[in-house]
């Protein structure tokens, strides 16, 4: 498969992913999802499957596009993966109430500026 094409899978992958979060999430409050234990492990699976795809994004496709937090999303998924123990769950809130939003529409632009007319 070209880059071009891996970084499009990838790219869908990321936005399908981070969309999944926000809709499992939607209406929650922080105390329903700190309780609920089978959303908090949904969602950190989430969170890795969206840095597993930023980190294999082409360089000159980040380079192209600074906007998007490629290297915050892939801290991410290595703090979850790897620091497990030490997870804040009030840290993994405020992604996804505060910059998750901001990531999907980021990758929506640039999903749909690399759509062919």
């Known amino acids: 498969?070209?880059?071009?094409?891996?970084?499009?899978a990838y790219l869908w992958?990321?936005?399908q992913t981070a969309r999944d979060i926000l809709e499992?999430?939607?209406?929650?409050?922080?105390?329903?999802?700190?309780?609920?234990?089978?959303?908090?492990?949904?969602?950190?699976?989430?969170?890795?499957?969206?840095?597993?795809?930023?980190?294999?994004?082409?360089?000159?496709?980040?380079?192209e596009h600074p906007?998007?937090?490629?290297s915050a999303v892939v801290k991410h998924r290595n703090v979850i993966v790897h620091d497990y123990a030490d997870l804040s769950l009030g840290r993994i809130w405020e992604v996804?109430?505060?910059?998750?939003p901001a990531l999907v529409r980021g990758?929506?632009?640039?999903?749909?500026d690399a759509e062919p007319d």
């Open 24 to 63: 499992f999430t939607q209406g929650l409050s922080f105390a329903e999802y700190a309780s609920n234990k089978m959303m908090r492990m949904a969602v950190e699976r989430g969170f890795q499957i969206l840095g597993d795809a930023a980190r294999r994004i082409s360089e000159g496709l980040i380079a």
């Open 107 to 112: 990758l929506d632009r640039l999903i749909s």
């Open 96 to 100: 996804i109430q505060r910059d998750l």
């Open 1 to 8: 498969m070209p880059p071009e094409e891996r970084d499009a």
């Open 13 to 15: 992958d990321m936005l």
């Open 67 to 70: 906007e998007i937090p490629w």
